[in-house]
């Protein structure tokens, strides 16, 4: 079994209104230098599985069809052995 | 329940867990002597008769991940995406226009709204075409009032989408001012091109964040809403 991180943020060039209320906020702080602030989501899951290109492939199919919209959001993931696995 | 009349043209309004406009839209379409409008569950793998399908307004499944993005997965969705293909009506208002984005059988993706705020008020919208199933008893740039009332409805597509839409005529109704003006300032979620409504390709499907359903009486504040079901249903009987 897989311990899987899922990453998913807002494509280079689409406009992250969460991102943007954070980057005026900010200065509010005091905190002036900060800038180009995106938010995302992280998501984690446990896939069943011994073959790591085979849950690759799985994640990959759930990342494009439901974890994130590929039109507006880009995904990445790393694959972890469960602990007590071997590999 | 309001009570339904019986006419000739059956309008299926799918309930999803956590729909809340469905009602509306049944109490909106009984108000028209030509319809005979029901509820179709989003479990439902029969869309049982429909001439139009109406994905109401809400949050469904809670609106988590993405708004559609859960309801796009009921199964009924497979018979409205058969539906649509065979060029049957359907028109997604508000988290029915997010599932139909969801599902792909629409262009583009919704995104919260810009300034992160819930948006609820009267709004005016320029019509940018009448030749389809939907604008039919409308004119071209005539501006009309029909609420928002949304989160997530600022509309984007990527740059070399957005063209074809553009190029296409996709676009049904844009955020405007009073007098038709589509600006920055009239744009109340930051939607890329103040686009508040769009067509497929086919222009048989239409989605929308307004709520037409909204301002079908005069006693709840407008009647606007009225031309958008009435052109379905002109559609429908090959009017």
């Known amino acids: 079994m897989y311990k899987v991180s899922v990453y998913v943020t807002p494509k280079a060039g ?7 209320v954070i980057e005026r906020a900010l200065p509010a702080l005091g905190h002036s ?18 073959d790591p290109e085979r ?12 974890l994130a919209n590929p039109i507006i959001e880009d995904y990445r993931f790393e694959l972890e ?6 590999a | 329940m309001p009570e339904v009349t019986q006419g000739p043209v059956r309008f299926g309004i799918v309930v999803f867990p956590g729909s809340n406009c469905d009602y509306d839209a049944v109490h909106a379409l009984s108000t028209f002597p030509e319809t005979d409008p029901y509820y179709l569950w989003h479990k439902d793998r029969d869309l049982k008769g429909a001439q139009c399908i109406v994905l109401p307004g809400g ?5 988590y991940l993405r708004t559609g993005a859960i309801a796009r997965f009921s199964p009924i969705m497979q018979e409205v995406a058969a539906f649509a293909a065979a060029g049957g009506l359907v028109i997604g208002i508000c988290n029915g226009f997010q599932t139909l984005t969801e599902a792909h059988l629409l262009h583009g993706a919704l995104r919260r709204n810009r300034g992160l705020r819930f948006i609820c008020h009267p709004q005016y919208l320029r019509v940018e075409r009448t030749d389809t199933p939907f604008t039919s008893r409308l004119e071209v740039g005539q501006v009309i009032q029909i609420p928002v009332n949304h ?10 989408r957005l063209q074809e839409i553009e190029d296409g005529g996709l676009v049904a109704f844009r955020y405007c001012d009073a007098d038709g003006r589509v600006t920055d300032t009239a744009n109340p979620n930051g939607a890329v091109d103040n686009v508040a409504g769009i067509f497929s390709e086919g222009c048989n499907v239409l989605g929308m964040m307004p709520h037409p359903e909204r301002v079908c009486e005069e006693m709840v504040g407008g009647t606007d809403g009225r031309a958008i079901f009435q052109s379905m249903i002109d559609h429908v009987l090959g009017g």
């Open chain 2, 59 to 63: 949050f469904s499944y809670g609106d």
């Open chain 1, 55 to 66: 849950v690759r492939a799985d994640v990959d199919d759930m990342c494009r069809r439901l």
């Open chain 1, 81 to 86: 052995l469960a602990a007590g696995e071997d």
């Open chain 1, 33 to 50: 230098g900060a800038a180009n602030i995106r938010v995302g989501r992280y998501i984690t899951l446990e896939v069943q599985g011994t």
């Open chain 1, 14 to 20: 689409v406009v992250d209104p969460q991102g943007a």
């Open chain 2, 151 to 160: 989160n997530e409805g600022n509309w984007t597509a990527g740059a070399e």
